[in-house]
């Protein structure tokens, strides 16, 4: 069993920064992958990113490379996402989620573990 818990969200300006953790629970986080997914208002949950578990392999969504990047500290149970140069439309509920390595990493039903999510709001 896996507990997430997202920190990190907040109200930035267009253009603006901001850093999202993900605090995880349990003795085999290295042997996830974490992703990042987002979800904006009347829209379906959207990948923006995955890392594998030893933190050697990123996949990001066309969107958001470039400007965000993932990152994880296995001996600090987190992941991160930093994200710059944000827009309006990357306003949404960003979870984050794990799986051992049972599907695509692309795909929400392929992760096992999801957190609360935090909310990011980029206003123009």
């Known amino acids: 069993q896996v507990q997430l818990v997202e920190s990190g969200g907040g109200l930035v300006q267009s253009g603006g920064s901001l850093r999202l953790s993900c605090a995880a629970s349990?003795?085999?986080?290295?042997?996830?992958?974490m992703g990042w997914f987002r979800q904006a208002p009347g829209k379906e949950r959207e990948f923006v990113a995955a890392?594998?578990?030893?933190?050697?392999?990123?996949y990001y969504a066309g969107s958001v490379k470039g400007r965000f990047t993932i990152s994880r500290d296995n001996a600090k149970n987190t992941v991160y996402l930093q994200m710059n140069s944000l827009k309006p439309e990357d306003t949404a509920v960003y979870y984050c989620?794990?799986?051992?390595?049972?599907?695509?990493?692309?795909?929400?039903?392929?992760?096992?573990?999801w957190g609360q999510g935090t909310q990011v709001t980029v206003s123009s």
């Open positions: 989620a794990a799986q051992d390595y049972s599907g695509s990493f692309y795909f929400t039903d392929s992760y096992d573990y």
């Open positions: 349990g003795r085999t986080f290295s042997s996830y992958v």
């Open positions: 890392i594998s578990g030893s933190g050697g392999n990123t």
